[in-house]
């Protein structure tokens, strides 16, 4: 059996019984596996790129630490990805930001600077659209809309009640289909 890249499963299960046994090699090797879509996660979910790539490091980090306790009960990349939820979530815990808040307008929305330029040429990237919602709203966005989370999930995630969770993924599709002209 191979992954889409042609890598086999057996070949990449050895290389993390590798890496799980200390081989920095093996681990630079399941590094290189992941860390594309890590990044594309954290980048989704904190909309700043600087923050990103030191939250990918983060995340490997800890995957260094505690992959001598993975058990391979799910898949390494699911390991991996839940791994890099919970440590954006935790960055914004630790640094004491407002990130599940919404800031309330007569509108229901406030994107700030998101416009829509009037050349036929400028299209809006929908990540770049994404980066410029609340935090809170992005954050429920991706793990819902992207990742694929319940609510119930994201309310567990983010301390957040499901219904809350709800409520900002209706205000991030309503902001995200003003500004893409939906």
């Known amino acids: 059996m191979t992954h889409?890249?042609?890598?086999?499963?057996?070949?990449?299960?050895?290389?993390?019984r590798r890496a799980?046994?200390?081989?920095?090699?093996?681990?630079?090797?399941?590094y290189r596996a992941h860390a594309r879509a890590i990044h594309a996660l954290c980048l989704r979910m904190c909309g700043d790129a600087a923050e990103s790539r030191?939250?990918?490091?983060?995340?490997?980090v800890r995957a260094w630490e505690r992959l001598p306790g993975f058990r391979g009960q799910s898949a390494l990349a699911t390991w991996l990805h839940r791994m890099a939820v919970n440590v954006v979530l935790e960055r914004w815990r630790?640094?004491?930001?407002?990130?599940?808040?919404?800031?309330?307008?007569?509108?229901?929305?406030?994107?700030?600077?998101l416009a829509v330029r009037g050349d036929a040429d400028a299209a809006i990237d929908i990540d770049a659209a994404a980066a410029r919602l609340p935090a809170g709203a992005r954050?429920?966005?991706?793990?819902?809309?992207?990742?694929?989370?319940?609510?119930?999930?994201?309310?567990?995630m983010t301390g957040i009640a499901a219904g809350t969770s709800r409520t900002q993924l209706f205000r991030a599709r309503r902001a995200l289909a003003?500004?893409?002209g939906s």
């Open 139 to 156: 954050t429920v966005w991706v793990l819902h809309d992207v990742e694929g989370y319940a609510h119930d999930e994201i309310a567990a």
């Open 54 to 60: 030191e939250l990918v490091q983060d995340v490997f």
């Open 94 to 113: 630790s640094s004491k930001r407002e990130a599940l808040r919404m800031i309330d307008d007569p509108e229901g929305l406030t994107l700030g600077a």
């Open 4 to 16: 889409a890249d042609g890598d086999s499963v057996d070949g990449m299960e050895a290389i993390v």
């Open 178 to 180: 003003k500004v893409l």
């Open 20 to 30: 799980q046994s200390g081989d920095v090699d093996a681990f630079e090797a399941v």
